[in-house]
């Protein structure tokens, strides 16, 4: 894949997120991108086309990654830099209205489910990635796994599009 590169440092960043900010928009995500910090236009440009409100879903998100061929946690930083936020997430854990997450604790009874989550556990956290991996081998929803996960207190991260 070819693609173009561009820029955004210092003062350019720091008047991004001022102009961002001064929309109203509470948190600055680009805070979080240290460095040179570089935006795919072919990103940004599919993140502006598909973002409401300045909101992206998190399977929007995944979406435009698989369209571009482009790795989800580039389109997350896209969406941070923009200080657009990431909404409705895929294991229920951020973006929802009222409450940020949706998902409930849910005790199951699998032994060969728990087992499966608690091998794939990195430094006592079941990695977003992780989730979706035993989601789709259980053959059970996305939020079935957060919800199940919550239920043993493990904490699901990190997030595939740096949401958390």
């Not at 236009?41 to 990654?65: H, Q, T």
């Not at 992780?130 to 081998?137: C, G, K, R, T, V």
Request: proline share 4%; hydrophobic share 40%.
């Amino acid at each position: 894949m070819n693609a173009y590169k561009i820029s955004i440092t210092g003062p350019e960043l720091a008047g991004l997120v001022r102009e961002k900010m001064s929309l109203g928009q509470g948190n600055s995500f680009a805070k979080k991108h240290k460095g040179n910090i570089k935006l795919d236009p072919s990103i940004k440009e599919a993140v502006l086309k598909r973002s409401k409100e300045e909101k992206l879903p998190c399977a929007v998100a995944f979406e435009i990654a698989k369209e571009l061929d482009v790795e989800a946690a580039e389109v997350g930083k896209t969406v941070d830099l923009l200080n657009f936020r990431l909404v409705k997430c895929q294991l229920g854990l951020f973006g929802y209205l009222p409450e940020k997450k949706i998902i409930q604790p849910q005790n199951t009874e699998n032994q060969d489910l728990k087992n499966a989550i608690s091998n794939a556990l990195v430094d006592g956290r079941l990695p977003c990635k992780n989730a979706w991996d035993i989601a789709f081998e259980f053959k059970i929803r996305k939020m079935t796994i957060s919800s199940i996960v919550e239920a043993m207190k493990i904490k699901i991260k990190p997030c595939q599009i740096g949401a958390f």
